[in-house]
Each structure stands twice: as structure tokens, then as C-alpha cells.
């Protein structure tokens, strides 16, 4: 049984703390159109992590110095409600969400055809109703399905995971706990459509074989999520009426 600081992170079947195998997902949920008042919404869950994306526009911006002549603006906004973590956060925005908003965006630019809405801009507001790890890349997943239903032009699905390393063992789709435990995470971010992979990160130690299995199975992963994302917007654009 392994343990780090003491603390059980594998059963004595090799399962997770969750009962999960390493090469599992949380079970995942999505949502569109959950919003009214958007032009597109999504709800999305990773296990008890829950994300909830807006998408305005395009839109003329009320910051015309913003405007860019030849393509629109995207513009981000990730943020955790204070009630989503067990410990009350301050609603201002932190350095580590503002990090975030600048990791999604950059991860949905590739995909997005902005050079169909020049002059204009398109807001994306990410907001974490639960956290329970994993929330960049569910936000990710959240944000590319919210656009889609917003019915913005897109190359093609983005989709996220992390895979962590945890006393040596590659994870996928970590926890916080394990989060908290872990000697290396590795949130991924794809469009497995057009074989692109628009975010890549590792915070630890991964050796060049970790890296290269901890991608596959984050991508493997993927394909899963981005086909779960086409399932649920064709059950609510491609309804037969009788």
C-alpha cells in the first residue's frame, strides 16, 4: 500500500482512494444552453468538480483600444466562487486566476475563427462551482462547449484532462487529494479533430517516458471527452420534432 506523509493515496488492489484504476476517468457530465441570458452556456463535471461557461458575442467591446481591425477578440475570464472550496475564497480575482484566464484563452485561440468578427470581441466567463482539482481543464471543456453552443465558428472541439504522477504511479484525471499529494501534474488540452494539442503543461518532476505515456493517456482520454461533447450538443440541435 502506498503512502506519502502518512497518508493511504492506493488501495491494496492498486485502485485509487476513489476505487478508480489509474487509467480512469471521474464520471463526466455536460450541459448546454443552461443559460438564458448568454448567447451560449455549458455546465460541465468531472466528478464533484464543477465548472459553469457564458459566451457573449461577438460583440461591439465598450473598450474600443481593444479592437483588433482584422479579427475579434477573445477574451477570457476564469474565476472560483468563494463557496467552491471548503475553505471560503476572497471573490477578488487572484493572480492564479488570472494566470488561468490567460492559459484558456491561449488554449482556445487556435480553434476559434476569429477572423470572421473583426472589430468585435468575444467573451468567455469560466466560473468554478466546486472545485475538487482539475478545474483548468474542465473549465477548458466547459468554455469549447459553451462557444459551440453560442454557435461560433470553430475548427474544431477542444477538450481537457490532467494526468498526474503520484508516488511514481501515472494517474489520470487527478483529484484534489491527489492533487495535494502528487509529485507532478499534467493538465492537457486538445482538438483531436485536427490532431492539435492547444495546452500543454507540467508543474514536478516527469522523466521524458512519463511525459510521453502520461500523453497518451490524456489524449486517449480526450478523444472520449471532445465525442462526449458532440453527443450532447446533437441532443439539442438535432431533436426530430414530430
Known sequence: MARK?????????????DGRKPDEMRPIKMEVGVLDNADGSALVEFGRTKVLAAVYGPREPVQKYIVIPDKAVLRVRYHMAPFSTSERKSPAPSRREVELSKVIREALEPVVLTDQFPRTAIDIFIE???????????????????????????RALVGGVAVGKIQGRLVLDIDEVE???????????????????????????????EVMKGLDMALEAINRIVEM??????????????
Open 179 to 209: 492533487d495535494n499529494y502528487a509529485e507532478a501534474d499534467m493538465p492537457v488540452g486538445a482538438a483531436p479533430d485536427i490532431g492539435l494539442i492547444t495546452l500543454f503543461q507540467i508543474n514536478g518532476v516527469m522523466t521524458r517516458e
Open 5 to 17: 506523509d502518512n497518508v493511504t493515496l492506493f488501495r491494496e488492489d492498486g485502485t485509487r482512494l
Open 128 to 154: 468554478v462551482l466546486q472545485a475538487d482539482g482539475g478545474t483548468r481543464t474542465t473549465g477548458l471543456t466547459a468554455a469549447s462547449l459553451a462557444l459551440a453552443d453560442a454557435g461560433i465558428p470553430m
Open 229 to 242: 461533447e458532440k453527443e450532447v450538443l446533437k441532443s439539442k440541435y438535432m431533436k426530430v420534432e414530430v
